[in-house]
């Protein structure tokens, strides 16, 4: 006979999924690589630059498609945000920034500001 006093309705049900979160913006990194540079004296410079990203978290990334969001500063307009597509190994769609620089000295960065993951 069913002894319906060790059954409770809010247990949650066990699922197969894993419960290990997905990546977050602080798991990744972004350097820039200069694809062109153009100076033009004291004018500056135009400059052409493509994000490369290194994972440093722990989850799989395997298990992921992440889209990640990125600021970039050195543009003398103030600085600009991109998003990576798709970052997973192999399979990132990004796309190259163009931006003027103040001077030929004007060191250009980038930092990571957001990831949105889903399960691949």
Known sequence: MFDSSTVNPSAPLPTSESTIAPPAASDFEVALKTVSKHCFGSAG?????????????????????????YEITGDQSGPITETAAG??????????????????????????????????
């Open 45 to 69: 410079c135009n400059v052409v630059v493509e994000p490369k990203f290194t994972y440093k978290g722990t989850a799989g990334l395997d298990q992921y498609t992440c889209d990640v969001t």
């Open 87 to 120: 970052t997973t190994p192999g399979k990132t769609i990004v796309r190259s920034t163009v931006m003027t620089t103040s001077s030929t000295k004007a060191k250009v960065a980038a930092s990571v500001t957001s990831v949105e993951c889903r399960t691949s």
